[in-house]
């Protein structure tokens, strides 16, 4: 079936680095476009990142909420069915659970079961 299964959040201190993982299963994982997702308690989830599918030149396009622009980085690896998030100058605010995302068609929205990061010191 399809899953996603997050891994590689923890605590870490302000300034510091994380790289979540996203490894996919049961879908054609290079077929589709990868955004991570982060919730706090009380508050809905925002989109943190996205990537779409690689291009015939071995490329894909990236965009990042505003918040993170400059700090986070998405990538994908198709090989391993696998999408990334590099996690750079990490602040207080950044805590909160993480999740990976996709559409699949005709399933539909699919979450992983998520990863927290905290940031303190």
């Known amino acids: 079936q399809v899953q996603l299964v997050e891994s590689g959040g923890g605590l870490v201190q302000p300034g510091g680095s994380l790289r979540l993982s996203c490894a996919a299963s049961?879908?054609?994982?290079?077929?589709?476009?990868m955004s991570w997702y982060r919730q706090v308690p009380g508050k809905e989830r925002e989109l943190v990142a996205a990537?779409?599918?690689?291009?015939?030149?071995?490329?894909?396009?990236?965009n990042y909420a505003d918040s993170v622009k400059g700090r986070f980085t998405i990538s994908r690896d198709n090989a391993k069915s696998t999408v990334y998030l590099q996690m750079n100058g990490l602040k207080p605010e950044d805590t909160a659970v993480y999740y990976c995302?996709?559409?699949?068609?005709?399933?539909?929205?699919?979450w992983g079961q998520g990863t927290q990061v905290t940031v303190s010191s």
């Open positions: 990537i779409t599918i690689t291009g015939a030149g071995g490329r894909a396009t990236t």
């Open positions: 995302q996709a559409r699949i068609s005709p399933i539909g929205v699919v």
């Open positions: 049961g879908f054609t994982f290079s077929s589709y476009p």
